[in-house]
């Protein structure tokens, strides 16, 4: 990466969000960072900015002796070091900053926490795990509010993954080919995982396939001056779609497809229940075909 990249907070991320936590324990911190050493051998780490992050959230960055990058958060308070013996013959080192904000936010108190972790025993030095959490809270001067500790808009940048530790160090991954070269439906991405986004987009334009085809049914119903076909027997959705098309479908999509269909069906119901007609016309009697006077004549 370019020094004024990195300057402006760019820096190696491992490219899986994490789940976020209120709380990372010391013993959870070791764990992850224990963990992380096998991982970043085999996972290449993004180059991506760090902005505004919010409480819970947890990173893991390869910082190789640099300062740290920026994060769009101004602390009032130097950060402070710390460093705990871990069992095993392992150094747990955590630098905390506190009271921090974000400015041009409104944040009026600055409550904001930032604790960074590392091995400097027992595991890589610069594997850094980063979370963001809140504190006591003090008021933030009216002068500091208007000055924001990066330059906006954040700059774009066409810095390709890369390997941080094993082997393949310091090996860069192309990004993605073109879609023809990719296998249909599924894009891959950093190590051999599919890509999210694919995925993401695949069931969503299936999605979109699903609903278009249900207004059709719908429109064709509600419409009494098209010519309608010979009434067919409802068919479920997992029945009338072969495995292939459900094969690329998550069970969310599906659900949620399901709850909009059945959601504008009892739409209809519930509105012909409240807005048609609530007193119908009395069915006239089943003898009401016959005539009197000619029924008398014949039995006369």
């Known amino acids: 990466m370019s020094g004024n990249l990195q300057a402006e907070g760019l820096c190696l991320r491992f490219p899986e969000n994490l789940p976020p936590h209120p709380t990372l324990t010391h013993e959870a911190a070791v764990q992850m960072l224990s963990r992380a050493v096998g991982l970043a051998t085999q996972i290449a780490f993004q180059p991506s900015y760090i902005d505004k992050p919010l409480d819970g959230q947890i990173y893991l960055l390869f910082v190789p002796g640099v300062p740290f990058p920026l994060d769009g958060i101004r602390y009032m308070e130097h950060e402070q070091r710390y460093s705990f013996s871990i069992q095993g013959g392992r150094e747990l080192e955590v630098f905390e900053a506190r009271h921090g904000f974000v400015p041009l936010s409104g944040e009026m108190v600055a409550s904001r926490v930032r604790r960074r972790y590392r091995l400097v025993k027992g595991g890589h030095p ?75 987009a695949q069931q969503n334009r299936e999605m979109e396939a699903l609903e278009r085809r249900s207004q059709r049914e719908r429109s064709a119903s509600m419409n ?25 479908i998550s069970t969310r999509t599906l659900a949620l ?5 059945n959601h504008e069906l009892m739409n209809e119901v519930f509105t012909h229940a409240a807005f048609g007609d609530k007193h119908p016309q009395k069915p006239p009697a089943p003898y009401s075909i016959f005539e009197k006077a000619e029924l008398e004549t014949r039995v006369s």
């Open 126 to 200: 610069y594997l850094v795990l980063v979370h963001y959490s809140r504190g006591q809270s003090i008021p933030v001067p009216p002068p500091l509010q208007a000055q924001p500790v990066r330059q906006y808009p954040l700059r774009p940048h066409n810095e390709q993954a890369v390997y941080v530790l094993g082997e393949r160090q310091g090996q860069r991954v192309p990004p993605p080919g073109p879609v023809g070269a990719m296998p249909p439906n599924v894009g891959v991405g950093v190590g051999g995982r599919p890509d999210a986004q694919a995925m993401l």
């Open 224 to 248: 009494p001056g098209q010519q309608r076909q010979p009434p067919q027997p409802p068919q479920r959705l997992d029945e009338e779609d072969s495995a292939d098309e459900l094969e690329h």
């Open 257 to 261: 497809t399901r709850y909009r269909r």
